[in-house]
């Protein structure tokens, strides 16, 4: 139970709030919450495969590792839409944002102040022209699920929220040691 005193204060509150002016309120919400960095990101599965299936992955620089079709928004593209031009501009798959639907769950948000929000297709392999430009994405390859490559770090935590890869069981996904 609230005591009544400190209700009668946040009542207080809430009507100054709502009694200034509309970007004035935004504004005060701006400074008081956190801020977030959003990107798009895209599972491409072949409709093709068998098994346990295939996954489309990317080697970018420095090339260390496998990752997924994804990228930041732009000042207000929707979600869909960005991962949608995501994956064409990084492995030239050119899909309608009707296309994707939303991986469950949708937006999985990162300790270091970003959130991802994960779509899904399915596309036959066999039929899908795969483009890269050799700056930002050096190869474009489908892997089995069962025999993935190594992975970035940040790939593979984000596929063990769909219980794929070397992180599958481990929820929540454990957090990279930055430790000295």
Avoid: C
Wanted: a positive charge.
């Amino acid at each position: 139970m609230i005591p009544r005193s400190r209700a009668t204060g946040r009542a207080v509150a809430y009507q100054v709030f709502y009694r200034l002016p509309l970007p004035v309120r935004r504004r005060l919400v701006r400074l008081a919450v956190p801020k977030y960095i959003v990107g798009a990101v895209t599972l491409v599965r072949d409709s093709e495969a068998e098994g346990a299936g295939r996954l489309l992955l990317l080697r970018q620089p420095p090339g260390r590792g496998w990752g997924l079709p994804a990228g930041l928004l732009q000042k207000g593209e929707a979600p869909v839409v960005g991962a949608a031009r995501e994956l064409h501009e990084e492995s030239g798959i050119r899909l309608s944002p009707r296309q994707l639907s939303p991986a469950v769950p949708n937006a999985v948000v990162h300790a270091k102040g970003w959130v991802d929000m994960v779509f899904t297709a399915e596309v036959p392999a066999s039929r899908t022209e795969l483009k890269v430009d050799g700056a930002e994405v050096f190869e474009a390859a489908w892997h089995p699920l069962d025999d993935l490559p190594k992975l970035t770090w940040p790939t593979a935590r984000l596929l063990a929220y769909y219980d794929i890869g070397p992180l599958a069981g481990q929820f929540p996904p454990p957090v990279p040691d930055t430790k000295p």
